[in-house]
């Protein structure tokens, strides 16, 4: 609930002080007691979600103020925690001042949660929150894009160095020695068994064969030994797709096969989730918190991703002019319910399962994207990346998130041992 503050005129030399004083502190009670119950109804729930849907959304991260729901609030002399100068590890996909964005408006705004305050990220607090622990992220390129950017946030402590155990890029391993806390990312955009049936093909028309039912090895083999595990996934479920369920085909999205049973990306998706969800509860070892990093929209504006769409803005909008709807409402429903499911099932084993919910800070940041001032050595930069985040930008907030949860996972876990 909002606190009202208001500051009465007090002074001995004034006359009828006492008088004026109870006059305006009755009038201040009246207004409190109509307006203030009216504020808490109508903003008790999330304004870019419909009722209906909110109703689903019973997860809350902490008792007394959900960090992810709030306004983002400008701050013009706020600067940002890095830059591409004095962090080493941004990809040139994210790196949009490298790539001579001209703007840095963008960077002057802090999320502000409704309840309470967001505390800047301490990176001395997060490496002794995870001393002698393990973190990592699987699922897609934005989860290397959150991971890229703790690295950033880090750095003001130091570096940690590479004990990837491969040279493929996707699969790193890091370990700031000091503290024998090791970071780790899985590539697995699909989190179950995905296999490519034209390696050589454009990537946004690939047909994927997904057996739904099977967790991708690659984390899964590796993954039961860590303390935190963040999965992610998203976009890459909207190309063409063939559905495996116990090694036989069920049924596809997008393949243009008459002969084959239509099925949505969300009959997918969906059993994406569960799978790998399901694989966290059953791996005898672990014994870790598994976090559901939500949905980041993407906001290509006058026209899709390729047919010049870009996101060319420079600030955050209303929250009434942008609303998660559409497919991306479907997906964010989706991987939450499956988190709710994975929850109830957790707890049989003692296992925690928590949100980590970026959506709403995100829907109204169009302005946090490369656009095209953010690409890799070979990449058409004619074509707006409206899907990733700048770095530095928006996606350190889900960093700030990140610590904030730690923080309680740590009181919980000294509350239980006490």
């Keep these: 609930m909002m606190a009202l503050f208001i500051e009465l005129p007090l002074g001995k030399n004034l006359p009828y002080t006492t008088t004026i004083n109870k006059a305006l502190l009755l009038a201040l ?37 959900d960090i992810f729901r709030g306004k983002w609030l ?62 990592a992220f699987v699922g897609d390129s934005l ?34 020695v000091g503290y024998n806390f090791t970071l780790a990312s899985f590539w697995s955009p699909h989190l179950v068994n995905a296999v490519d049936t034209d390696p050589n093909g454009p990537t946004y028309n690939r047909l994927m064969n997904l057996y739904l039912d099977e967790s991708n090895h690659d984390w899964a083999a590796q993954i039961e030994a860590f303390n935190y595990v963040i999965i992610s996934a998203g976009r890459w479920f909207f190309g063409p797709q063939m559905f495996y369920e116990n090694g036989q085909l069920v049924g596809c999205h997008r393949c243009l096969k008459n002969n084959i049973k239509n099925l949505t990306m969300f009959y997918g998706y969906r059993k994406a989730f569960r799978t790998a969800f399901r694989t966290l509860t059953r791996l005898k070892n672990f014994k870790g918190v598994t976090i559901l ?61 928590r949100i980590l919910d970026v959506t709403e800070s995100m829907v109204v940041r169009p302005d946090g994207h490369p656009n095209h001032y953010g690409h890799g050595a070979h990449e058409n930069v004619t074509i707006a990346d409206c899907v990733h ?30």
């Excluded at 309470?116 to 001393?131: H, I, S, T």
């Excluded at 990140?402 to 009181?411: A, T, V």
Aim: aromatic share 12%; charged share 25%.
């Design 74 to 135: 400008q701050y013009p002399n706020y600067g940002p925690y890095y830059t591409n100068g004095t962090c080493r590890e941004i990809f040139d996909q994210q790196n949009c001042m490298k790539f001579g964005r001209p703007d840095t408006e963008f960077l002057k705004w802090r999320w502000k949660p409704d309840e309470c305050e967001l505390p800047l990220f301490d990176a001395v607090q997060f490496l002794e929150l995870v001393k002698g622990k393990s973190m």
């Design 29 to 65: 009670t009246v207004i409190f007691l109509l307006f203030i119950p009216l504020y808490v109804v109508n903003n008790s729930s999330s304004s870019w979600l419909s009722p209906e849907d909110n109703a689903i959304l019973s997860i809350k991260y902490g008792k007394k103020c």
């Design 389 to 418: 985040w700048c770095l530095p930008g928006p996606v350190d907030t889900w960093n700030e998130f990140l610590l904030q949860m730690l923080k309680m996972e740590n009181d919980e876990d000294s509350k239980e041992r006490n």
């Design 143 to 176: 989860g290397r894009n959150q991971m890229q950017s703790l690295l950033c946030l880090l750095a003001t402590v130091g570096y940690p160095i590479d004990v990837s155990y491969t040279k493929d890029p996707r699969f790193k391993r890091w370990l700031y």
């Design 293 to 353: 990093r939500t949905l980041s929209p993407a906001h290509f504006e006058n026209g899709d991703w390729n047919k010049g769409g870009s996101c060319a803005r420079t600030r955050p909008v209303k929250s009434s002019e942008m609303k998660l709807d559409g497919a991306d409402l479907e997906l964010y429903m989706t991987q939450v319910e499956e988190l709710r499911a994975a929850e109830r099932k957790g707890m049989k084993r003692g296992l925690k399962f």
